[in-house]
């Protein structure tokens, strides 16, 4: 059984940054796909970064392109989202979310395709 625990959340002046830390664990060998999502308030949930490495691929959604960064650490099996420049627009819930086994190359942006999900973290972008 996968399972994902985010951290790092918290409030933050417009302007700053912030580091997500996902932790997964049960994920065996074989591809898949990693990546945070966000809902605020009255809004659907969208894809904000995620990543294939298997398949080389990543997506950022364009109103965070240039300004957050994902990685991933292999070895300790860990998912980063580097947030810089934050602004009040990116007050939402951040969600680690997993697509596996075999994860579609299609569907790296669509939440549909995400199999696993932690349990959400806070983001508060407010002077």
């Known amino acids: 059984q996968v399972q994902l625990v985010e951290s790092g959340g918290g409030l933050v002046q417009p302007g700053g940054s912030l580091r997500l830390s996902c932790a997964a664990s049960?994920?065996?060998?074989?591809?898949?796909?990693i990546g945070w999502f966000r809902q605020a308030p009255g809004k659907e949930r969208e894809a904000v970064a995620c990543?294939?490495?298997?398949?080389?691929?990543?997506y950022y959604v364009d109103s965070v392109k240039g300004r957050f960064i994902i990685s991933t650490d292999n070895v300790k099996n860990m998912v980063f989202l580097q947030m810089n420049s934050l602004k009040p627009e990116d007050t939402a819930v951040y969600y680690c979310?997993?697509?596996?086994?075999?994860?579609?190359?299609?569907?790296?942006?669509?939440?549909?395709?995400?199999?696993?999900w932690g349990q959400g973290t806070q983001v508060t972008v407010s002077s």
């Open positions: 049960g994920i065996t060998s074989g591809a898949y796909a």
């Open positions: 990543i294939n490495e298997s398949e080389g691929a990543t």
């Open positions: 979310a997993v697509d596996f086994p075999h994860p579609n190359p299609l569907g790296l942006h669509v939440a549909a395709e995400y199999d696993y």
